[in-house]
């Protein structure tokens, strides 16, 4: 058997406020979502003036990075890349979102919308910092 860490509500929390902090000290409004490893939700927030769409887009993001292991921004660049063949996977290939591992294991994601997608994973990277 393998000792897998998991996520904990205080870990969610401070990964959400870190990720709020580096969101409001940029004046950035942003939706954020943090996944398990398994890409289901465990929190969702969208701050005042965050666009609507974005606290769908935040989540999905999550998903996508969380169940690939890594940054949604490799999705994307797969599909640029014109492996459109990535499009009929289930999970959102956008920027946006990283992976949280631990000890080499996929514990959850940080998935963010809202502003442009290398400010969206920016924000996503300090938020996952905050548990260092």
Do not use: Y
């Not at 406020?17 to 969208?46: F, M, P, T, Y």
């Not at 949604?72 to 640029?80: P, Q």
């Not at 940080?110 to 548990?131: C, F, N």
């Amino acid at each position: 058997m393998k000792t897998i860490k998991a996520l904990t509500l205080d870990d969610v929390k401070r990964i959400a406020a870190a990720s709020e902090a580096e969101a409001a000290n940029n004046k950035w409004a942003v939706s954020i979502a943090v996944c398990d490893a398994g890409g289901h939700l465990l929190w969702l927030q969208r701050m005042d003036g965050a666009p609507v769409m974005s606290a769908t887009i935040a989540p999905d993001k999550a998903r996508a990075s969380a169940l690939s292991g890594k940054p949604s921004k490799a999705l994307e660049d797969m599909v640029n890349g014109g492996r459109f063949a990535a499009l009929h996977m289930p999970v959102a290939t956008l920027e946006g979102a990283e992976p949280i591992i631990i000890d080499g294991t996929v514990i959850g994601a940080v998935g963010v919308s809202g502003v442009k997608a290398p400010e969206d994973a920016q924000i996503a990277r300090a938020g996952i910092a905050a548990l260092a």
